[in-house]
């Protein structure tokens, strides 16, 4: 049974703050994080907590917007103002380098502040806001009609692999490779999802998994290992991606492990989409070799991080969780570097850890994307329409033309 009105919202306005749910303690533990500064969002965009390239341009905007409202609000001077607001919006965009929304997001609040200057400061400061709203509102917009147009691409009893998490987790609202899976699934076209598990973050198994059941569309979790042997089975129809970046040429970045899907679905005959907004797309990049990709901590890869929820059996262990999380989080002493820590949660008790799986010292390399050349890609589904090769020409159209086309290029 279908339950999309399920789907979760990712980060909103409310109350003078920015609010988003905690991605990176989900599907067991869904916290609420309120955001009052803007470095509460340069944090929680570090961080993870909010993740997906147009979910962080929605981030990157309303966190521009939060500074604007609150110490923005204590600048009377207006040249300063600018030059301040300058210097959020790069801090924002430099948290991390590869999705390009997140820099559009932060660019698009610098250039509507500095092109509305002449409406003088306390006029321009509500526009701001409204313009990051606006900026929110639309990403909603353009993931449906990006979901309209990817369901034509699927055949009814589809069965569709998908790779770490391009659903309303990694928007505002509503997704883009899922957003294109809920909008089959309401047609009745989807069989079954295919959910890869995303090695080393988990962004399949923690988040993929967790919307799809929340929206009742049919799924099995699969190790990132086993996706090559349901293919050669005949039990993938489709594969559908989201994308961080996406060259003029069609070259795309995205999450670690994508490329390798590309390549097994050419071998195997099987379509490779790419579902994106535009602003994913940048177009002063002529290649994906020009794509600057992040390497995270080495951590994620020697180790497993764990949160939880401890519900206490009897009085006797409410009574020792009391004690030792009394004066605030605790930290439990572990061998072997692992980590752990406990601390209150409303009537119960949470957890977070750390658990090494990896030899001491060992050397690692952890690049959380990779490129898929063009040549690989099957379409790129925009909230426009459906891009196809050659993609200098239908992508430029996608980004810079005008008026609603089901076939690009």
Not at 141 to 147: D, K, P, S, W, Y
Not at 184 to 190: D, I, N, S
Not at 230 to 235: A, P, Q, S
Not at 278 to 287: I, P
Request: proline share 4%; glycine share 10%; net charge negative.
């Amino acid at each position: 049974m279908s339950s999309l009105g399920n789907i979760p919202l990712t980060i909103w306005w409310e109350d003078g703050t920015v609010r988003m749910i905690d991605q990176s303690r989900l599907p067991l533990v869904g916290d609420l994080l309120v955001c009052n500064t803007y470095d509460g969002v340069c944090t929680a965009i570090s961080g993870m907590a909010v993740r997906g390239a147009p979910a962080l341009g929605v981030a990157a905007a309303l966190g521009v917007a939060l500074w604007s409202e609150t110490e923005g609000a204590e600048i009377s001077d207006l040249r300063y103002y600018l030059e301040e607001i300058d210097r959020v919006a790069d801090e924002i965009a430099s948290t991390r380098p590869t999705a390009v929304n997140l820099k559009w997001g932060a660019e698009r609040i610098r250039l509507f502040a500095h092109d509305n200057a002449d409406v003088g400061l306390d006029a321009l400061r509500p526009l701001v806001l409204e313009e990051a709203l606006r900026i929110r509102a639309e990403d909603e917009e353009r993931n449906r009609a990006l979901g309209a147009h990817g369901a034509t691409l699927i055949e009814p009893g589809a069965r569709i692999l998908t790779h770490c998490n391009a659903g309303s987790l990694a928007t505002a609202y509503y997704g883009t490779a899922l957003g294109v899976i809920f909008s089959a699934h309401a047609e009745g076209k989807v069989a079954q999802v295919w959910v890869d598990e995303t090695r080393p973050v988990l962004q399949g198994a923690r988040l993929t998994a967790w919307e799809l059941r929340m929206a009742g569309v049919p799924f099995k979790l699969i190790t990132d290992n086993m996706a090559a042997s349901v293919m050669r089975r005949g039990w993938v129809d489709a594969v559908i991606v989201g994308a961080d970046r996406i060259a003029a040429n069609g070259d795309v970045a995205n999450k670690i492990g994508t490329y390798g899907l590309a390549v097994l679905c050419k071998e195997h005959g099987i379509p490779f989409y790419v579902a994106a907004p535009s602003s994913t797309v940048d177009l002063t990049l002529t290649s994906g070799d020009e794509i600057v990709i992040e390497e995270r901590d080495e951590r994620e890869v020697t180790g497993v991080t764990v949160s939880g929820v401890i519900e206490p059996r009897t009085s006797i262990e409410t009574r020792s969780l009391d004690a030792i999380t009394e004066a605030g989080p605790y930290a439990l002493g572990m061998t072997k570097g692992h980590q752990m820590e406990i601390s209150r949660k409303g009537g119960a008790y949470q957890f977070d850890g750390w658990v090494r799986i990896a030899p001491p010292s060992v050397e690692v390399y952890n690049p959380a994307f990779d490129v898929t050349p063009a040549e690989l890609v099957t379409a790129i589904i925009t909230e426009r329409g459906i891009a196809r090769a050659p993609y200098a020409e239908s992508l430029a159209e996608a980004c810079c033309g005008t008026g609603a086309l089901h076939e690009l290029g």
